[in-house]
Each structure stands twice: as C-alpha cells, then as structure tokens.
C-alpha cells in the first residue's frame, strides 16, 4: 500500500512539474472541456465544436478558423493530431495555423495538408494575406494520400522567418519567409471537410533576431522582361512601363530569327505571345515584324511587334535602366555581346543565363560586361554547404554575380555567401512582405513582374537610411 501511495505521489509530482513548464504556452486535449469550445479559443463561425474529448470542425461548403493563444507568442513549436472524416474532394484541406491575426482578421500563415497528399501541393506553406487573396510559399508532394479515419500527427516549428513542417515525424517542407507577423495567435482551419483534432500543443523556443531589427538596404529593382504584369513582356511598351514605374533595370529574353537577327521572345515558339504560330528559329525577320505581340495581353497593345536586341539597347540607352538581356540558346552570344559593344553599353547592360556555357563564354569574351548564372535548385544541406556549392559554381563559370530563385535563398544563406563575395540577385519576387525580407537580408537585385512595387520598397529604403544610386553587379 505504501508503494501504491508513493508511486501515486510521484505521478502527482511528475504531472505537477509537465504544468509547470514555463516553455508550454498551450496545452489542450479536449477531455475537460465542458463548453462547446475550450477556455480562449476563438472561432470565425459556428463551424467548430467539442465532440467526444476532441475538437470537430464541420466545413463541407466552405472555410473556417480558429485561433487560441496570445498576439506576442514569437517562435514556437505546434503539435496536434488531425483526422479527416469526409471531403468535398481530394485536394480540400485541413491545416495548422501560426502567427495569426485574430479569428475574422488577416494575415496568418498555415501548414496545410490535403486528403490528396500526393498532388504536386498536397502539403503547403501559405498566407493569408488579406479577405481575398492566399499567397502559397512552399509545397511538397507526399509517397501516399491521407486516409479518412486515420489520423496523422502535425509539427509545425516556427522561429524568426523560418518555418518547418513534419507529417507523422517526417519533414516535409522547410522555407525562410515566414515574413508577415512576427508573432501571433496559433490555432487550426479546414476547408471543404470534417475532420478532429486532438492533443494540441504548444512549446515555446528561444528568442531570434527579428526580420524588423535589421536594417533595410536598398538594392537593385529588375523588371522581369519588362513591366510584363501589365503589358505584353519582352516589347518595347513593356520596358517603357518598367522605366516609367522607376525599375533600375529590365530583363529580356532573346533568340535568333532563321535569317541571324536577335530577337526578343522568351519561349522557343511565338504561339502564346503573338497571334502567329511557329519555331522563333524557322522564322525570319519580316515574318516576325508581321506579328502582334501586343493583344493577347490588352486590346490597348494591338500593333506591339517583336523587337530586335537593338532596337532594345536603343531603348535603354542613357535611360539610366539597365538592359539585362537573358541568353536563351547557345551560339548567340558573342553577336550579344558585339552588339552592346556597337551600342558602347558595356555600362548599360549585363548578360544572364541559365546556361553555364553561356555564362563562361560571356566571360571569356568580355569580362567587363556583368554576367550572371540563373539558378532554381533546391539545394540541400546547411546555409554554409548551400553557399559553398553556389560559390563552386560561380567560380567555375567564371562570374562572382549569381541570380537565384528567391525560394533558394534564406538570411542564413545570403550572409554565407556575402562571406564569399558572391553578388546576389533573387528571382521572381511579385510579393512586397518578401521583396522586404529579401532587402533586409542583403540581397543585391530582385528581378518582378511589379517594378512599381519594387520601386516603391526601394524608395522606402533609401529614405529610411539615405542613400542613392543603384547597386551594379561587380565584375
């Protein structure tokens, strides 16, 4: 009997100390919850209650929130088991939600998960940036789909702009733009099913340097192949729209035409940017001057034609914006190259590829003219392995400027390489709580399809910290 009364003790002891921890901020199993929703939780709708000692949202026909904690939790770690019971469909949703507004406000970030888990999104990172509009960041495809009636467990950590997510112990996403609130409510949603969740948890994690606490740095804005979010891309109205919204620099696409011209056109046929069809390569000049390269994108930019890379340089030529001209195709670029050479735009433009051989060439050819490698790889390893790969590779084609898709790049991996004097532009950024991020972290160009966003961020650098003039890639 003593050893029945001490070990119960213990157990007292033991369960007395878990309530005290001070880095459980939230701990909730819905075994004692007398009323519809646990003590603090707050929902948007009537979509959510306490069933059987777990928590049951019933949202067939749409999408419902809720959200427990307080505004200033920071970083943390979220655990909850999730069970879908029935769906609209295979690609409907349940999710965990963090650094959030209050149930009804916007923006939140959310770990969500479909029933159809092997689809391309079947898991995401996304925020909601406002009443209308979801802002995806990251996704992954799982080996299987979820099952209904079998529940899956859900780890979400969150610290600074990082964020990780793990399905039954298995990481599955990882991003570095967790960049809406820095702290915020934590809580579930779903969409377009009935699903349970139970034993919710959270634990807090240690304090990080704030995105906010560093300083915003002004850096290049790059038009990506012009201002092409509202006029047809690689034309000249385009780059006139990029200049007017205040882009440091537009990008444009070139191939050669079937008689030797360098022309602008990004993909290898002219059917989804013209009203013609065809090869760029099977057709010539004049065939290409007879196409509308304006309409498809507004009425307004019917007669647009497909521009020569001169008639381009012409265009960019003492504007004060940079030409960047994307080499699409091998066996071009030295005709580039003498081409910016004839427009004497060696300080006016600068070459990308994601072509290594093109990039090296460039190099060989005119090693005063900036070129960049592109590059959209999702590396693995730590921020110093990544760098040390990139930087490999930079030296190996001869450039010290790299333009990578902003999804390779995080705080961690842009200071690693700045160690190895590596010069950083991030594509494609249509995003203004990224294209922050990106600038706080030290990032030298951002190529968008929103100069006019770009351009207003910029601004808002520059005055803060008073500086002018733009950033050129070394050489």
Known sequence: MKRIFALASILLVAASCRAADPDVLLNEDFSRVAAKLPRGWSADGDAWRVVDGQLRVEALDGETRIVA????????????????????????????????????????????????????????????????????????????????????????????????????????????YCVDRETGRVGLAASGCVARFDDFVVRRLPSSTRLSEMPLKPCQMIAHRGYSAVAPENT?????????????????????????????????????????????AELTLAELRELDAGSWKNQKFAGERVPTLDEILAKHKGSGCLAVIEIKVEGITQRVIQAIRDADMLDEAAIISFNAAVVREAREIEPRLPSAWLCGE???????????????????????????????????????????NIVIWAYTVNDPTVMEALMRWGVDGITTDRPDLAAAMRKKATAKIGMVGDKRPER
């Open 378 to 420: 999702q590396l693995k390893g730590t921020p110093s392995e990544r760098a040390d790969w990139l930087a490999g590779k930079a030296a190996e084609y001869k450039t010290d400027t790299l333009d990578l898709g902003y999804s390779m790049l995080s705080r961690e991996v842009v200071a690693e390489l700045k160690q190895r």
């Open 236 to 280: 000249l109205a385009s780059i006139d729209h990029a200049m007017r919204a205040g882009a440091c620099a537009a990008e444009c696409d070139v191939r050669i035409s079937k008689d030797g011209h360098i022309v602008a056109m990004h993909d290898a046929t002219v059917d989804r940017t013209t009203n013609g069809k065809g090869n760029v």
């Open 69 to 176: 904690g307080k505004p200033d939790w920071e970083n943390y770690e979220i655990t909850v088991t999730a069970t879908f019971d029935q769906v609209q469909n295979n690609s409907r949703w349940l999710a965990v939600v963090f650094r959030s507004e209050a149930a009804g406000k916007t923006p939140w970030s959310q770990f969500c998960l479909r029933l159809g888990c092997s689809q391309r999104n079947g898991a995401e990172f996304a925020v909601r940036t406002n009443d209308r509009r979801w802002t995806v960041r990251g996704a992954a495809r799982l080996k299987e789909d979820c099952q209904l009636g079998v529940p899956r467990q859900l780890r979400v950590v969150v610290r600074g702009t990082d964020v990780e997510m793990f399905i039954d112990g298995r990481r599955v996403l990882e991003n570095a």
